[in-house]
């Protein structure tokens, strides 16, 4: 049962905006303690305040630059130091980039920080959250999946980088990083479930100068609030009917069906053994 979160921890990336600062504050008002990892110590420390505010939180901040495997490696540490125990990880951070970039590690960056990253951190903390069964993990994904397949063969866009079809791409990683990993914790106690929370206004594409932010201010009267967009994490997260439902894709606080080429078994295990390849963790 999950309903009520009182005393429970729960780690969540990408909580200083949108849906996910509005998963925190649902997570907080049920009770649950929380740890959030952040890039920026500006919007973290907003975010906490506000929490604290709202809900009288017990929220602590940890600052990791998601894009870079060191700093996941070192923020990991730092949850698995501040945490005797986890009953959810949700991993929300994301980004989406116009034209390609690399990270420090040399990774194209939508990857990296939407997949690799969600790999990398759940696989360091994975066994905390065997310890902690029963535990949740949640990961954010997107029907932007159903733009494209994603090319095992091209991992980094290298060949072509097309925006949208990247960023479409990494969110079909998410969805067979859940199907890989859902059958690798069978009978352990740990589930794990993936989620599109809508088109919501957020701070994703923001990032991408004047042309970015232009583009989102159009968009944003036909888009769901934050508030709104967060349900569905909040649904998989809490919802006691999901307690043993595991490698499932939501939508609406449903089930719903992801396309095939984002829950065939044997991408989602050649995903996995070329990310842990990539990262060096997971292997």
Known sequence: MMTD??????VLTGATSGIGEETALALARRGARLHLVARSEARGESTRSRLREEAGADVALHLADLSS????RRVAEELLAACPRIDVLLNNAGVVNLSREVTVDGFETTFAVNHLAYFALTNLLLERLRESAPARIVNVASDAHKFGAIDLDDLQSEREYKAMRTYGRSKAANILFTVELARRLEGSGVTVNCLHPGAVATRLGKNNGWFGRVATAALSPFFLTPARGARTSIHVATAPELEAVSGRYFAKQCEAS????ATDPESARRLWQE??????IGV
């Open 275 to 280: 990310s842990a390849r990539l990262t060096g």
């Open 5 to 10: 979160l009182d005393g429970r921890t729960c």
């Open 258 to 261: 992801a396309q095939r080429h």
């Open 69 to 72: 495997l060191a700093d996941i």
